[in-house]
């Protein structure tokens, strides 16, 4: 089955801007989270979705948003665009579906190639 | 932060076996270890969990100590598609723990020909 898609793979926007990302999850996933990647700071965590709620937040400011819909697809939104907002950001998807804790698919996450964000 | 410790950089020969250590010595009884790797340019990808018993799957195994305080990745046979930036993370278990993972700077592994 396909994996995670996520849209663009590049972008490029200038300070002040917004941006609009967004992450389709492997078909039959419920769950959606969202990571930022940089050289300096790494993988950071920035959200979880399921079932078009937010169940966990990572330490990001209010400028970081997300969303996610009844098809379980999520879109992240990065609004005033500073210049360290330049990263990779990765989406990734989990089922809920799997049996027992500690086994299975259900903690597991899929991540997607990433949306390479450059801020001018 | 990061409850883990990892060498930032190792070297294995092909087709040997490659065994990355990390250690965890603040982990607690509901907490697993997790590793993850990424290869350039892509997201990283699952590898291999366990909470005390050593684990194997078609990708690796994951020797754990006794006294849980670390714990060894091994690639039983390298190649040099294994060469990735290995990450060995900590986090509760459960559903809700694996979503949040807490990423340090992992391991990178370079397997030579």
């Known amino acids: 089955k396909a994996g995670v898609t996520q849209t663009p793979r590049y972008l490029i926007k200038t300070r002040g801007q917004q941006v609009t990302l967004s992450c389709s999850p492997i078909?039959?996933?419920?769950?959606v989270s969202w990571y930022q990647q940089t050289p300096g700071q790494g993988l950071q965590f920035l959200f979880e979705?399921?079932?078009?709620?937010?169940?966990n937040k990572g330490n990001f400011p209010g400028r970081f948003s997300g969303r996610q819909f009844s098809n379980s697809r999520s879109e992240m939104n990065v609004s005033t665009l500073e210049l360290g907002d330049s990263a990779l950001y990765l989406c990734?998807?989990?089922?809920?579906?799997?049996?027992?804790?500690?086994?299975?698919?259900?903690?597991?996450?899929?991540f997607g190639s990433g949306t390479q964000l450059s801020v001018l | 932060d990061a409850k883990t410790t990892q060498p930032p950089s190792m070297d294995c020969a092909e087709g040997r076996a490659a065994n990355l250590p990390c250690n965890h010595s603040?982990?607690?009884?509901?907490?697993?270890v997790y590793w993850y790797r990424q290869i350039h340019s892509q997201g990283p990808q699952y590898i291999i969990h366990?909470?005390?018993n050593n684990e194997t799957n078609e990708m690796a195994s994951l020797i754990i100590t006794e006294d849980r305080k670390s714990s060894t990745l091994i690639l039983p046979h390298a190649t040099l598609r294994d060469t990735a930036v290995y990450y060995c993370?900590?986090?509760?278990?459960?559903?809700?723990?694996?979503?949040?993972?807490?990423f340090g700077q992992g391991t990178r592994l370079t397997i030579n020909p």
């Open positions: 979705y399921f079932s078009e709620t937010q169940r």
């Open positions: 078909s039959g996933h419920r769950s």
């Open positions: 603040t982990i607690s009884g509901n907490e697993y």
């Open positions: 990734a998807s989990s089922s809920y579906m799997a049996p027992l804790a500690g086994t299975g698919d259900r903690e597991k996450l899929f």
């Open positions: 993370i900590v986090a509760e278990g459960g559903f809700q723990g694996a979503q949040k993972l807490v």
């Open positions: 366990g909470l005390k």
